[in-house]
């Protein structure tokens, strides 16, 4: 921060002896070019913005701890989870998805939750949302489905045609959109929601025993939402909302607190269960796998410059650490490269030295090099290949990753649609939600659909009475749609659907 009482200097310490008043010809003009400090000024202004995310681009942030609670070593060897007791420093980002930088907080969306722990064997990202499934579970459909739900190319307006006729298309993100359209769909605040990793990730111990897990970041402050309409209103009268209670909040010293529960699978247990674990369109039933209580999140300092700790934070899935690897989830598989992509456009080759990105517990020893904004000296004077014979960094074989056997044909492999697709949003529907749940589900749903062209409408609707009978037929009657079409509808399969609504 700027020292008070310190003489206002240029962007290379020349003192300025006037900030208001431009050096010109004469007292009325014209400006003359040899006014550095003006042009300096101006062309630093003009380069301020840098690109916006695609995605999460509006978000809040703030630092903390995680604290270990129970003993995880016989599943983990990461070194920030070894003990009861150890503390990891952590920045974590809240954010919104499909709107812009400006756009409201209470906007319906999935929200981000992204945790970066500053571990002492590097920085590890857990980038997940406040939903445990998702849309879609080929990365080949992210950018059609991110299309979809951001501006019409031609209007540059929200589009509930385009929105409407991918999901009708995309029968497997029933149960995402289940969970969209409930109150869920619109928090209270970032401090009064879960956060899941969503995908499958791979713990393994140090005896090489591999085990498939799932995060679940329980919320201490306990599930708050708003309503459709409170959203509504919210978005008019304060767009920022949840930006400022999470900044208010830990600014008058009321610390938001999240309980890490894991699932846990052995390999054998993954091939018992009834539900795909690479498939991110599902969860794992708790009655069957029991979570397990395994440490606290704790955010408890604001930053103290947005552009410098929020903006330019970068979050990555592909940020492991010895003991947690990726599984084979394809959506997973996708982010892995997509996430450094993308910050590599947004924020440069070397991003990782922008402090809030910087591996703080475990500074880097690596030899890449040079490129646009090397900040430090780069690794000096010393080796900057591998093999080299002069002592410098070498690679660690007892770091390895186990191997994971993997078989079948390389191939674009469908996943099948099958019936089981809409089992999970049918079991939220009739036997998670209140009676008071489905109501705002049911009205949500209708507010936004019946913006959609009719035969999508009917598409849509169908699939809803396919994850359940009560579900789909209330959505129909809102929309006041023709119950026998939508049912004939629901009783074909897909392709016949989607043909007999083509146009
Ligand atoms: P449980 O009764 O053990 O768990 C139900 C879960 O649903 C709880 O975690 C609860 O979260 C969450 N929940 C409550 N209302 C909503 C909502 N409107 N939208 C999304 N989640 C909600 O049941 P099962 O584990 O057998 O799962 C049943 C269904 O619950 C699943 O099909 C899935 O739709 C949903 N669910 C399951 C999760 C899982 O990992 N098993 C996680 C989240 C949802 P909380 O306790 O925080 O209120």
């Excluded at 993308?342 to 440069?348: I, N, P, W």
């Amino acid at each position: 921060m700027t020292k008070k009482g310190k003489t206002l200097t240029g962007a290379f310490g020349r003192p300025v002896a006037n900030d208001l008043n431009s050096e010109t010809a004469g007292a009325k003009g014209p400006v003359l070019m040899q006014d550095v400090h003006l042009l300096e000024k101006l062309s630093h202004f003009d380069r301020e913005r840098i690109p916006e995310r695609v995605v999460h681009a509006k978000g809040a942030g703030a630092y903390g701890y995680f604290e270990v609670t129970a003993d995880v070593t016989p599943y983990t060897r990461a070194a920030f989870l070894s003990k009861v007791g150890k503390r990891t420093e952590v920045f974590a980002r809240f954010s919104t998805v499909g709107g812009e930088k400006g756009s409201a907080d209470a906007e319906r969306d999935p929200r981000g939750f992204a945790v970066k722990f500053y571990t002492e064997q590097g920085n590890y990202d857990m980038v997940g949302n406040n939903t445990p499934v998702f849309f879609i579970r080929d990365p080949l459909k992210f950018p059609d489905f991110i299309h979809t739900q951001k501006r019409n190319p031609g209007t540059n307006l929200k589009d509930p045609d385009m929105f409407w006729d991918f999901l009708s298309l995309t029968p497997e993100s029933i149960h995402q959109v289940t969970i969209l359209f409930s109150d869920r769909g619109t928090p209270a605040t970032y401090r009064h929601m879960n956060g899941y990793s969503s995908h499958t990730y791979r713990w393994y111990n140090a005896k090489g025993e591999t085990f498939w897990v799932q995060y679940h970041f329980k919320t201490d402050q306990g599930i708050r939402n708003l309503t459709g309409p409170e959203a509504h209103a919210m978005c008019g009268a304060d767009p920022d909302h949840a930006t400022r209670d999470l900044h208010a909040a830990i600014a008058r010293g009321e610390f938001p607190s999240w309980t890490l529960e894991m699932q846990i699978l052995t390999p054998a247990q993954a091939r018992d269960l009834r539900w795909d674990i690479f498939d991110i369109t599902k969860v794992w039933p708790h009655g069957e796998v029991p979570p397990m209580t395994v440490g606290k999140l704790v955010l408890d300092r604001n930053p103290v410059n947005y552009f410098a700790e929020v903006e330019q934070a970068a979050f990555n899935p592909s940020n492991f650490v010895p003991g947690i690897g990726p599984s084979p989830d394809k959506m997973l598989q996708g982010r892995l490269f997509s996430y450094h992509d993308t910050h590599l456009h947004r924020l440069g080759g070397n991003y990782h030295l922008i402090p809030v990105n910087a591996p703080k517990a475990a500074p880097e020893a690596s030899y890449q090099r040079d490129g646009a904004m090397r900040t430090d000296n780069g690794g000096g004077a010393g080796p900057n290949y591998w093999p080299n014979s002069f002592g410098a960094p070498a690679p660690d074989p007892a770091m390895a990753e186990p191997p994971l056997p993997i078989e079948g044909p390389a191939a674009r492999h469908a996943y099948e649609l099958t019936d089981d697709d809409f089992v999970q949003a049918g079991t939220l529907y009739a036997t998670v939600m209140t009676e008071a749940d489905r109501a705002s589900l049911v009205a949500n749903i209708v507010g936004h659909l019946g913006g959609a062209q009719k035969r999508l409408q009917l598409r849509q609707a169908a699939l809803f009475l396919k994850a359940n009978e009560d579900y789909g037929t209330r959505v129909a009657k809102g929309l006041g749609l023709d119950l026998a079409q939508v049912r004939k509808l629901a009783a074909m399969t897909q392709d016949k659907r989607v043909a007999a609504t083509a146009s």
